[in-house]
């Protein structure tokens, strides 16, 4: 069985990390995997949105630990990726982080659903998407510390633009695990959901994912993305744009026409009511 499970039906793919007896930490196959899917659900009109998960009882423990102590680098390799500095810098840039970059090029939502561990890498995986689903007892760490490192994914990227500075840094020094709550009242995780209704929530929030609007969907996407790191002027100059285009998709008519359908109704409701 592959070390990573992409398939795509009735409009949503799904990444599924498959390594369970190793808590599904990464190899060199999971990450090719990875990143191939990545660039299908990139490029692929069929795909509205992504579910990021893991199979197993662990989300994602991030890199091979195994590995590392054998000073096998990152995970084990058929490639020399660290003899030297840069062999060990080169097994990020052109491996791992491809992940990150290449989710920064997908416009349509990315969700990841969390349970039991995610650890380091693990974790950053998860807080590249858009929205984090984690069961009550999911325990996330940003664990590098324990292992000597620093945060190779891009959690020193992603970590304080969702948590802010200091609390980035004190879960970067400490390394200490929080669980669903805790990460949700920090904004770690977007839901937290108890562990029974995990499964049932995530598919439920998906569906509403996929019967949105499309175009609307994407664009609102890209203008939050660009909004973080442009003017306010830029900013309404884009999103003016982007409302002309939507305008003129079947989306729009349809959705206008059924909104005013509803609010005849419900008046001539409230009239029928008031007569008697």
Known sequence: MADLIYEVHNHLARITLNRPKQLNCFSEEMIRLWTEALEDVRDNDEVYALLLSGNGKAFCAGGDVKAMAAGDGFFKSNEDISSTALARKNSLWKGIQRIPLLLEEIDKPVVAKLHGAAVG??????????????????????????????????GAYFLPRLVGRDKALDLFWTARTLKGKEAADMGLVTY???????????????????????????????????????????????????????????????????????????????????QR
């Not at 305008?247 to 059924?258: F, N, V």
Request: with cysteine; glycine share 6%; charged share 25%.
């Open 121 to 154: 890498a693990g974790l950053d995986m998860a807080l590249m998407c858009d929205v984090r689903i984690a069961g009550e007892s999911a325990s996330m760490s940003e664990s590098y510390f324990n292992a000597g490192i620093v945060p190779g994914d891009g």
């Open 192 to 274: 937290c959901i108890p562990d029974e209704e995990l499964d049932t929530f995530v598919e439920n929030y998906m569906q509403k994912l996929l019967d949105a609007p499309q175009q609307a969907m994407r664009l609102t996407k890209r203008a939050v993305l660009q909004g973080e790191q442009s003017t306010l002027r830029a900013s309404l100059d884009l999103i003016s744009s982007f409302m002309g285009i939507v305008t003129e998709l079947d989306d729009y008519h349809k959705r206008t026409s059924a909104l005013v359908e509803k609010m005849q109704h419900a008046k001539n409701t409230a009239e029928t009511a008031q």
